[in-house]
């Protein structure tokens, strides 16, 4: 009986691991059948004793070769291009991304009419890049990069857009706004400044059924800053002011809700000036310093929006720890239980907070001038570098998930050095192909140690008819080519 079997060190089986599994159990399953006579049977016992001690090395192989079927695949979707004027398309990109749709929306620094930056659509694709407004024309204060370009992401409500500014607005100390995600119907619902309502917001809104909730950096009754809450019409309410002094510099930072709680970071506050977690209700009461940062260990100046996973917040500082470089944490909702999961050791962490997906914490930073892209599990396992930039380009924002990849900005890259879109492929084994793999191997060893034993119970001293002789299945010697993807020039 002849039987042609394929090499499966072939190169058509690097890229799909799950076909070497599914390779052994096609053999298994023809080994397994009846046979007519003692000739077939003997023939058939020759290939797989010789098969069955190898299938537990091709299995290991094969796993090896998932490392190669992993590979990040880093994809840039729109260079930014320089320029103002009239005809200008805005850069570099100046915060995070926000999804609605098949679209991502974001903004820029620079650009436009009056050179003070833009928000611009694209689709996920790289398609249909879009200016939706210029800043700093008429209706949203005046022209330059501190009077309007907002420095936090945009928030996606319904069919609208909601963001906020730094500066511009009626007293040009900030202003909220509204923007329709089609383009079009651009509308200040708020001018900071006006009394104790805080000033100069560096914000991500945080939606909450109809109301959003935002932080200022200065401002409020007592200038250290304030929470505030406004609904879809514009009424603006102030939560909380930040009473200065352990307090001083209000929140730079979005919020996030857990229950009926917010938690948020100071940047300069708590009782070393270092930086603080806090907590407070929806309703503005119950504010609560969670913990303060020394500056040692734990690092100091949290910057960003905590990631929760409905126990523990995440976030990171940006300067401080082991290496003074700022470091990635881990707290109980209760303040207890401050972790460190991981110490930058060879440049700073950016002030961008971490994109939690399952178990795993994604983020920018970890590397020389803050440009690498990396993944750590949530108890501080499993770090693995995903991506580098380029030298003196770096992300510099927050990711965005979806679909089983990464978007975000970088600045100063890209065929125009202003800045790209890109995205970042994250490809995981499926638990299918690692079964597959495993049945099939395994199913080979039990085949060949079962008719080992029949074959020592029935041999005899006669020599037997000379059956034909099988193909013999070929195991070339090879190591997994280098993956160029996984970490770039």
Not at 400 to 410: C, Q, S, V
Request: proline content about 4%; hydrophobic content about 35%.
């Amino acid at each position: 009986m002849r039987c042609l079997i394929a090499d499966l060190g072939d190169s058509r089986f690097r890229g799909n691991v799950s076909a070497v599994g599914g390779a052994l159990i096609h053999f298994g399953a023809l080994a397994c059948r009846s046979v007519a006579s003692r000739r077939e049977r003997t023939g058939w016992l020759t290939l797989w004793l010789l098969l069955a001690p190898r299938a537990a090395a091709l299995l290991l192989t094969a796993l090896s070769l998932m490392s190669e079927v992993e590979a990040q695949t880093y994809t840039t979707l729109y260079n930014f291009v320089p320029g103002s004027g009239a005809g200008s398309t805005g850069y570099p990109p100046s915060t995070a991304l926000t999804q609605l749709g098949s679209a991502l929306y974001g903004d820029t620094t620079w650009g436009g009419p009056a050179n003070a930056g833009t928000i611009f659509s694209v689709g996920m694709n790289g398609g249909n890049y879009t200016v939706l407004h210029s800043f700093g024309v008429s209706g949203d204060g005046g022209p330059g990069l501190y009077a309007v370009s907002p420095f936090t992401a945009m928030t996606a409500v319904g069919s609208a857009i909601y963001g906020t500014t730094y500066g511009g607005g009626t007293n040009n100390e900030g202003s909220l706004f509204k923007i329709n995600s089609g383009g079009g119907g651009y509308t200040i619902l708020h001018s900071f400044g006006g009394g104790g309502d805080g000033n100069q917001p560096i914000t991500t809104l945080l939606d909450v059924g109809s109301t959003l909730y935002g932080t200022c950096t200065a401002g409020g009754s007592s200038g250290g800053g304030t929470i505030f809450t406004i609904n879809s019409s514009g009424g603006y309410s102030t939560l909380y002011s930040f009473s200065g002094g352990t307090q001083t510099e209000g929140p730079s930072c979005g919020l996030t809700l857990v229950g009926s709680e917010l938690y948020g970071t100071v940047f300069h506050g708590g009782t070393h000036a270092l930086g603080e977690i806090f907590s407070i209700n929806t309703n503005g009461s119950g504010f609560t310093d969670l913990y303060n940062f020394t500056g040692l260990a734990d690092g100091e100046q949290p910057y960003g929006t905590l990631a929760t996973d409905g126990s523990n917040l995440y976030g990171v500082n940006s300067s401080g720890g082991t290496h003074y470089s700022g470091v990635l944490y881990r707290i109980a909702l209760n303040g207890s239980g401050f972790t460190v999961l991981n110490n930058d050791t060879n440049g700073s962490f950016s002030t961008s907070p971490p994109t939690l997906v399952g178990s795993t914490l994604y983020c920018d930073g970890g590397g020389s001038n803050r440009n690498d892209i990396f993944q750590i599990n949530t108890n501080g396992t499993g770090y693995k570098e995903l991506y580098t930039f380029p030298n003196g380009t770096y992300s510099g924002s927050s990711l965005l998930f979806n679909g089983g990849m990464l978007y975000g900005t970088d600045q100063f890259g890209g065929a125009n050095g202003q800045g790209t879109v890109f995205a970042l492929s994250l490809v995981t084994p499926e638990p299918s192909t690692l079964a597959v793999l495993s049945a099939g191997a395994l199913g080979l060893v039990g085949y060949g140690w079962r008719h080992r034993r029949a074959a020592r119970r029935t041999a005899k001293p006669a020599a037997l008819d000379q059956p034909d002789a099988p193909a013999i299945l070929s195991f070339p010697s090879h190591s997994p080519p280098a993956n160029a993807a996984r970490k770039a020039a």
